[in-house]
């Protein structure tokens, strides 16, 4: 059985799902602080049976243990934080508190149930300004520019020491590039409960007509375009590799890196042209000045992923924002039925 924190999230969703679709039992440990109970039952109809479900919390320390015992886990998925970047800055110790305090206790709880197959949902912010393009996994790691990019590079740490510390440790640590996009079937896709931080869901908002047009953070990079270049990657691809990670992990001790990317950068122009092409819909643009802390480019080499997980995204781009639109468009049906009723 493998047990998924952050389960009903964005992402952990999508990673229950790919497991339970692969005859793994699955249960799910959330707060629900950033995603809603009804994941469950959206990942119980497209999985064709229940994931099991706990409600609370992963610094809850006492819980895990009990969690650890009474269920026969033998590997651990973490995707449980916060993500949230401007959040980060105003309440950094929110951040450190959930993120690492949380790992920290997740791995003590690990150990004393004896079970040490670990994947960590970590984020190509941790490369932070990284000059070699496309980035591969020796690229050393820098200085993250927020609290939430430097709680992922603690919890890297932590986990690189819990590892040299006992050989028993088997952890993958998935650098994320740029997740985006939706579950095929419409039924699983990011929900925030919370105000959004990324490209995707401000761009779909547009769209929707929920805001006016589309603050693009500079044109002015040294880009081909002049706007910023990022790795976009489909939620499905990024689940599937959590999958792969899994089975390697049996095989591997220690910790292995491993970037889930696809290789290829586009603008935040080529992502509003193929989205404008993929739903007919027009999206007015407002230049506005570089967000603070971004950086130009950022795209991956998935060649490690490729030669040791035997993992590598398919789907492209218009795909995802495809996937993104049709979940988007479902959500806000659902949004209008409710607000009739
Ligand atoms: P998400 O907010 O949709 O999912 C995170 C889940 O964790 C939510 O369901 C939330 O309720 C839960 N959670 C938060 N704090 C918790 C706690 N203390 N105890 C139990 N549950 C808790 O976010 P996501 O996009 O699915 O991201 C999942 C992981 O991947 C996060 O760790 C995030 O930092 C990392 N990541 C995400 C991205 C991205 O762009 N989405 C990129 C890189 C890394
Ligand atoms: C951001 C976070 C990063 C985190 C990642 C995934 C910052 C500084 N960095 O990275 O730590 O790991 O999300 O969660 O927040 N853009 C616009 N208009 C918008 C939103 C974004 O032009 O309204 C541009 C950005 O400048 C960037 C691109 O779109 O060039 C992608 O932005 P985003 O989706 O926020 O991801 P990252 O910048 O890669």
Redesign the pocket.
Known sequence: MILI?????????HVALECMVRGEEVLI???????QRS?IDRISVLAGKRPGFIF?????RRLLDSVLRDYPIDAVV??????AVGESVREPLRYYN??VG?SVVLCQAMAQAGIFRLVF?????VYGDCTCMPINESCATGQPTNP?GMS?LMCENVMKSVASSDPRWSIGLL??????GAHASGLLG????STP??LLPYLLQVALGERRALAVFGNDYPTPDGTGVRDYIHVEDLALGHIRALDALRDRRGVSLWNLGTGRGYSVLDVVKAFEKVSGIPIPLNVEARRPGDIACCWADPQKSIEELGWQARHGLEKMLADAWRWQCNQHKRDEVRKAN
């Open positions: 924190t952050g389960g009903t999230g964005y992402i952990g969703a440990l959330d707060n629900l602080c950033n995603s994941a609370g919390d992963v610094r809850n973490h995707c449980a934080g916060l993500k959930t993120n949380g949902s970590s984020s190509a912010t939430y992922k650098r994320y590039f740029n997740p985006i990011e929900a925030p409960t931080n990324n």
